[in-house]
């Protein structure tokens, strides 16, 4: 694990501090939590871009399979 130095305003200092005595964490496992947490949601907010993207890709496409009949014929299947 990589240590890094964090500047934190007097009042962001406080906030930390009373969070830490409130849920019993270090300050240090308050600041790793919130950066996975701003990772995954970062991250889930780029996929979804990613998916806006794509979306449409295939209307060019009229060779494609009818996905009821499809899905009929999976049903029938068990």
Request: aromatic share 8%; proline share 1%; with cysteine.
């Amino acid at each position: 694990m990589k240590t890094v130095d964090i500047d934190f305003t007097e009042q962001d200092e406080k906030e930390l501090e009373g969070i830490t005595e409130i849920t019993g964490k270090t300050r240090n496992e308050l600041i790793c939590e919130a950066v996975k947490i701003f990772i995954d949601e970062f991250n889930s907010k780029d996929r979804l871009n990613l998916l806006r993207q794509a979306r449409g890709m295939w209307k060019s496409y009229h060779d494609l399979p009818d996905i009821k009949q499809l899905r009929q014929e999976w049903d029938r299947r068990e």
